[in-house]
């Protein structure tokens, strides 16, 4: 990665039912960092999430992607962010194989389908549908999906949900990886993650 | 991003949900059967007076792939909606209109491409003349795919929402009128002897005013349906 990155948020607001869920957060993670989002269930932490993505228009604020604002790069912003969010967004009819395909097909392609799933353990899953995997394979499989195509910024919700600890040591490996390369993390977790301090930034959100 | 990787991500969007259809075969038949059905029920239910049959024919051949069409239309965006792929679909470098129209071309070859298919068969019970079939089929050919445009708009509108069937009926059936209007005109027309360029014209003119139009809106109406 040649110009160093950094995702910027001010002023973010999200109502939610006539509630503020939060108002005035300000952030800034730079790239080689892990932004962790701490908080109670229903603080908008998912909420959060999903305004970073774009999917969801913050009430208030900004949000900038290397100095230039979300709202205006579009494009250039989804070529390199990926979200892993509670749905794994693939499909129950497909083999493992063709559902990485089709998200190579989306994306600039990096590490081969192959590679990816001996990675995360699923090699020999190929041609098996997705329909009759467990719900921590999906997940495993959810990081093959981040491994096989090139993103800088990863945005995961809960990514640990229904991983056993091999399976979370694993993903956090990656997890560095990623930003030791010089890649943006930032997600939730209700696990005390393995993480090294030094590279992680934390927020916390209140109820 | 270069105009042949958008290319290419427009086919792959065709590929899968072709494939996925591919995997629910059973499915498919389903449109199609009811499609026989609401046609094969009006010489029940009128009587088999061949000469009315062959006047209201192309009528009722239409107004049945109206609602076929409607049927099927529900599960354009419904399982995406469900499992998150439409999430990762509007997360791409690729504009979200174009995946979009992806979808309903895909759309359209396993819903109304079928119909089209069955309709000389339809027809023939009917009695109609093979030069008056032509023209059907043509105005099928025509209406068809801005039926699947039109309704894509609906749909992505009422997908958030837990019962969006009735609502998606009413919202879509009266903006399917203009191409009822010029699809009946012009097999009437045929039928008499009469030119029919200019319904076929006017057919063609609102086929690609929907292509180029709809997919915008919704995109828009997905992202909403999303936030």
Same mark, same amino acid.
């Given at each position: 990665m040649n110009t160093p990155l950094f995702f910027e948020a001010r002023q973010l607001a999200c109502i939610r039912d006539d509630r503020?869920?939060?108002?005035?957060? &300000?952030?800034?993670?730079?790239g080689g960092q892990v932004l962790?989002?701490?908080?109670?269930?229903?603080?908008?932490?998912?909420s959060?999430?999903?305004?970073?993505?774009?999917?969801?228009?913050? &009430?208030?604020?900004?949000?900038?992607?290397?100095?230039?604002?979300?709202?205006?790069?579009?494009?250039?912003?989804?070529?390199?962010?990926?979200?892993?969010?509670?749905?794994?967004?693939?499909? &129950? &009819?497909?083999s493992v194989e063709e559902n990485l395909k089709f998200a190579q097909a989306l994306a600039i392609a990096a590490l081969g389908i192959d590679d990816s799933l001996r990675k995360v353990g699923l090699d020999g899953y190929q041609t098996t549908s997705i329909r009759f995997l467990s719900a921590g394979q999906r997940r495993r499989l959810a990081l093959a999906r981040l491994l096989c195509t090139r993103k800088h910024l990863w945005i995961l919700d809960e990514p640990f949900t229904s991983l056993d600890k091999a399976s979370i040591k694993m993903f956090e490996n990656y997890i560095e990886d990623h930003v030791a390369e010089g890649g943006i993390v930032i997600m939730t977790s209700h696990h005390d993650t393995g993480l090294p301090s030094k590279i992680v930034k934390k927020i916390e959100l209140q109820s | 991003m270069t105009s042949h990787s958008l290319?290419?991500?427009?086919?792959?969007?065709?590929?899968?949900? %072709?494939l996925l259809a591919y995997r629910h075969r059973s499915e498919l038949v389903n449109p199609l059967a009811f499609f026989v059905m609401v046609v094969s029920m009006f010489p029940l239910a009128v009587g088999a007076d061949v000469e009315l049959l062959r006047r209201i024919a192309p009528g009722v051949i239409w107004v049945a792939a109206l609602l076929a069409s409607l049927?099927?239309?529900?599960?354009?965006?419904?399982?995406?909606?469900?499992?998150?792929?439409?999430? !990762?679909?509007?997360?791409?470098?690729?504009p979200l209109s174009v995946l979009v129209l992806a979808k309903v071309v895909a759309h359209w070859l396993?819903?109304?491409?079928?119909? !089209?298919l069955i309709t000389p068969l339809l027809a023939l019970m009917f009695d109609i003349d093979v030069d008056v079939i032509w023209v059907l089929l043509l105005t099928l050919l025509l209406g068809t795919p801005v039926l699947s445009l039109i309704g894509a708009i609906a749909v992505a509108l009422t997908v958030g929402l837990r019962k969006?069937?009735? %609502?998606?009926?009413?919202?879509?059936?009266? %903006?399917?009128v203009p191409v009822l209007i010029f699809a009946s005109a012009a097999v009437d027309s045929a039928a008499s002897g009469l030119p029919i360029s200019g319904q076929l014209y006017m057919m063609s003119a609102i086929l690609f005013l929907a292509i180029t139009l709809t997919p915008w809106p919704t995109a828009a109406a997905l992202k909403m349906s999303l936030g």
């Open positions: 503020v869920l939060f108002s005035g957060l &300000d952030f800034e993670v730079n962790l989002i701490e908080g109670p269930n229903g603080s908008g932490k998912t959060l999430l999903r305004i970073l993505t774009g999917l969801r228009n913050p &009430d208030d604020g900004e949000l900038f992607w290397c100095g230039s604002a979300v709202s205006e790069l579009e494009a250039a912003f989804y070529q390199d962010v990926a979200y892993v969010g509670h749905m794994n967004g693939m499909k &129950d &009819d497909l | 290319f290419s991500a427009f086919l792959s969007v065709v590929r899968r949900d %072709l049927l099927s239309m529900d599960a354009i965006f419904r399982s995406d909606f469900e499992d998150g792929s439409l999430e !990762l679909m509007v997360m791409t470098p690729h396993l819903s109304g491409m079928p119909l !089209l969006g069937g009735v %609502l998606l009926a009413i919202l879509v059936l009266p %903006l399917y």
